[in-house]
Antibody, heavy 120, light 106 residues
Framework: QVRLQESGPGLVKPSETLSLTCSVS????????WSWIRQPPGKGLEWIGY???????NYSPSLNRRVSISVDTSKNQFSLNLTSVTTADTAVYYC??????????????WGKGTTVIVSS | DIQMTQSPSSLSASIGDRVTINCRAS??????LNWYQQKPGTAPKLLIY???SLHSGVPSRFSGSGSGTDFTLTISSLQPEDFATYHC?????????FGQGTKVEL
């Protein structure tokens, strides 16, 4: 059974960098496109981006200038960096695995989520 | 970005009811549409992918239909564990987007 677990600071100051890590167990890091999604309080889901272990990446156009996702195959982990954060970046952050079948892609496995608050 | 609009935003239903949730895309997305269920304080779970394909382990009372711009999620007979928020998501573009969610309440 695939399990994902997010970790990282729950509080980040404005203008600083938000850094989260997702640890993967029960699956090879090469199995999925590794993704980050967030959900601001009381709002809907927002896709942040994904990265494949091969290096291909895709980021949300609205976050593209501030976001990077990396994969560490030796640790079976992947990470999110979001720079220059503001209070608008306060959200629950989920890591997830994007899988595909017959060219249809879907978020198949999810972490439990971690709350990040941006505040001074 | 492709905009996804769900309706209604919330609905009240009873056990055993047939429930229908709609999702409309701002442009044609063929059948590149997924549905997720989210309960309070937990991560979303995949229900349906490719508009109508039931994900492994999902009860058969859930079904999806549609193509192009209009899609529907149907719960044939609402069960107590189905009270949750449902999200649609398009995977047609390289920038996936979600609907705003539909909350199903008792």
């Amino acid at each position: 059974q695939v399990r994902l677990q997010e970790s990282g600071p729950g509080l980040v100051k404005p203008s600083e960098t938000l850094s989260l890590t997702c640890s993967v167990s029960g699956a090879s890091i090469s199995s999925f496109y590794w993704s980050w999604i967030r959900q601001p309080p009381g709002k809907g889901l927002e896709w942040i981006g994904y990265r494949h272990h091969s290096g291909s990446t895709n980021y949300s156009p609205s976050l593209n200038r501030r976001v990077s996702i990396s994969v560490d195959t030796s640790k079976n982990q992947f990470s999110l960096n979001l720079t220059s954060v503001t209070t608008a970046d306060t959200a629950v952050y989920y890591c997830a695995g994007l899988a595909g079948r017959d060219n249809f892609y879907y978020l198949d496995v999810w972490g439990k989520g971690t709350t990040v608050i941006v505040s001074s | 970005d492709i905009q996804m609009t769900q309706s209604p935003s919330s609905l009240s239903a009873s056990i055993g009811d047939r429930v229908t949730i709609n999702c409309r895309a701002s442009q044609s997305i063929s059948r590149y549409l997924n549905w997720y269920q989210q309960k309070p304080g937990t991560a979303p779970k995949l229900l349906i992918y490719a508009a109508s394909s039931l994900h492994s382990g999902v009860p058969s009372r859930f079904s999806g239909s549609g193509s192009g711009t209009d899609f529907t999620l149907t719960i044939s007979s609402l069960q107590p564990e189905d009270f949750a928020t449902y999200h649609c998501q398009q995977s047609y573009s390289t920038s996936p987007t979600f609907g705003q969610g539909t909350k199903v309440e008792l």
